[in-house]
Every structure is written in C-alpha cells, then in structure tokens.
C-alpha cells in the first residue's frame, strides 16, 4: 500500500481483557517497529522485526505483550490481560532494511483505551 | 544509552514569524537524527533528516536543521511560519550504534497566533 495501515484505530477495552492491534507494512519494506505514545509523551521503542522473526524486543514491557510477524509482512501486536495503563496510541512503522541509515515511515496508529 | 531533550514543551509564535525549535542529544557515536511532525490524531510524519555530510539539512514544508556536533544539537528551524504549521514536533535518535530503535524526545507543541 501507499503508506502503514494499522487497525483498528480506535479501541476501548475492559480492564483484563485481550487485544489485537494489527499493522500492514509499506509493500516491499522488510523491517517493522511497534512503538507506544503515552499521553504527552515521545514514542518509546517496542519491538522489531527484520522479515519474520523479532530481532529486538528489548522494549516490550512485560510479558503480557507480545508480537508476531508470521509472514514477514503484517505484523500483531497483542496484549494480555489489559490493564489501565496499558491505554495509549500504538505505533507501527516500516522501513526499507533495517533501522540504520534507513527512514522509518509511521502509521497514524491505534488509539488503545484501557477502562 | 541514547537519549533526546527538548527543552520547550510550548511554543506560541505569530503567524509570519520565525520558527526555532531546540533538540539536544546524547549519543556516543555519530548519530542519525530525525524531525518528525504529529498533527492532532494522526501518525508521525518525517520533516527531514541527517544521516552525514552536509550539516544543514532541508526538509519539507520549508522546514531546515542544523547539526552541531560541538553542541550536540539538531534545532529545527522555519523562516515564517504558516498556521497550518501548529502540531506536535518531535527530534529522535538512532544510528549503527542504536541497536534498531530510534530514541524519541518528549515533543514541543507548536501553537500559531492570528
């Protein structure tokens, strides 16, 4: 596609449930990044993934959150067990290889609210 | 570990007025820095971006940067600005030596006066 498609992007979820954020990458564009903005803030690191497997998730918070890439295209970002502070715009970006040298385009993200 | 400090939350400029957004960084070898724009319920959109050679950079909209390596700095800056100019502004940081992600500062709001 022209740009990164994420879905849905509005969410409202009851504390403790499970969520599924998904995001199409720009076709041809082999490495995805999920960030998190939290109201206010810059957007924090997650995960990435180079084709289908995660190469860093050094920025995933807990165990509750998890993602996948299975086809080395769209990408899922799941949460577990929801909690309040957990609501915040998701964040998928692509870029062409991976990150260094390389612009890394966003989507307009999902907009997570935890109640 | 890297890191982005903009030191202005808010800034209020007239319209026509020029622009200068500050970003400092930290990073321990040359750095890939990045300006992006947010627009209220949007996604992140690149202004412009250094990878190396020349240290002043344009970008879209009208929109220049400067890299000063003495200061560790990448200040954003526009001649006049436009009310369609208002939004969030964000400076990030990555490079070889980042690992994959890019390190994000806290944003400046961008307000435009009549």
């Known amino acids: 596609g022209a740009g990164v498609s994420q879905t849905p992007s509005n969410k409202v979820t009851e504390k403790g449930k499970y969520v599924e954020l998904r995001c199409d990458p720009i076709?041809?564009?082999?490495?995805l990044y999920w960030y998190r903005q939290s109201l206010g803030q810059g957007p924090e690191f997650l995960i990435y993934?180079?084709?289908?497997?995660?190469?860093?998730d050094s920025g995933l918070p807990n165990d509750r959150f998890f993602a996948v890439r299975p086809e080395g295209s769209v990408s899922t970002l799941k949460i577990q067990r929801t909690e309040r502070g957990d609501s915040a715009v998701y964040l998928c970006?692509?870029?062409?290889?991976?990150?260094?040298?390389?612009?890394?385009?966003f989507g307009e993200g999902s907009w997570l609210t935890v109640v | 570990a890297q890191s982005v400090t903009q030191p202005d939350i808010h800034i209020t400029v007239s319209e026509g007025a020029s622009l200068e957004l500050r970003c400092n960084y930290s990073?321990?070898?040359?750095?890939?820095l990045f300006w992006y724009v947010q627009s209220p319920g949007q996604g992140l959109q690149l202004l412009l971006k250094?990878?190396?050679?020349?240290?002043l950079v344009q970008g879209i909209k009208g929109f220049e940067a400067e890299f000063k390596r003495s200061q560790s700095s990448f200040n954003l800056r526009k001649p006049s600005v436009h009310w369609s100019d208002a939004a969030e502004y964000f400076c990030?940081?990555?490079?070889?030596?980042?690992?994959?992600?890019?390190?994000f500062g806290g944003g400046t709001r961008l307000m435009v006066k009549p």
């Open positions: 990030a940081v990555g490079g070889y030596n980042a690992g994959n992600m890019l390190t």
């Open positions: 990073y321990g070898a040359t750095p890939y």
């Open positions: 076709s041809g564009h082999t490495a």
């Open positions: 250094y990878f190396s050679g020349d240290t």
């Open positions: 970006a692509s870029s062409r290889d991976g990150p260094s040298g390389n612009t890394i385009y």
């Open positions: 993934f180079q084709g289908t497997g995660a190469a860093d």
